[in-house]
């Protein structure tokens, strides 16, 4: 057992490299990229798109997007509790609203399409909380996170340094 103190920074792993600023070197996707979300987001509570964001960031292994996602959450007043539970929402369904358990669920089977098409079911529960503009933001928005993941894990983007609002 720890004493409850962090490690100091000199124990730690260095960081990685990044492979690539793909931003510096595809400016226009960039922005296009920063258009899309803000689109998708549209109508959509912050809490919620926040635990969508990180769900699918879980998923795909992506330390950079957990980083961002996790920090602007807890600024926005998130808890902690919901934030870590959420990689065992099923298990935590308490913590969540059927809203946001509809939300999840249909980010997970979005995210992990090897695991076949989204289920008509998983449709169906995430269309009952929703009304048809705001599935689509839902799916625009599950859409967008996952696309930024791919970016940020591909060119190996390093996490830990995201203040809460950088890229808004």
Request: proline fraction near 4%; include cysteine; hydrophobic fraction near 45%.
């Amino acid at each position: 057992m720890g004493t409850g103190t962090a490690p100091a920074a000199s124990s730690r792993a260095p960081e990685h490299t990044p492979r690539l600023t793909w931003a510096k070197h595809a400016p226009e996707v960039y922005k296009a990229m920063l258009q899309f979300s803000k689109a998708a987001e549209r109508g959509l509570e912050s809490s919620l798109l926040e635990l969508v964001k990180i769900r699918a960031s879980q998923l795909n292994h992506c330390a950079f997007c957990l980083d961002m996602h996790s920090k602007d959450a807890l600024a926005a007043g998130e808890s902690v509790e919901r934030i870590v539970q959420l990689s065992a929402w099923e298990e935590s369904r308490h913590f969540y609203t059927e809203r946001e358990l509809a939300a999840i669920e249909l980010t997970e089977a979005i995210t992990v399409l090897t695991d076949g098409f989204v289920p008509d079911e998983v449709y169906a529960r995430a269309a009952g909380q929703f009304d048809d503009t705001e599935l689509a933001h839902l799916i625009s928005a599950i859409a967008v996170i996952n696309a930024w993941n791919r970016f940020a894990v591909t060119t190996r983007a390093v996490p830990g340094h995201y203040t809460p609002g950088q890229f808004t």
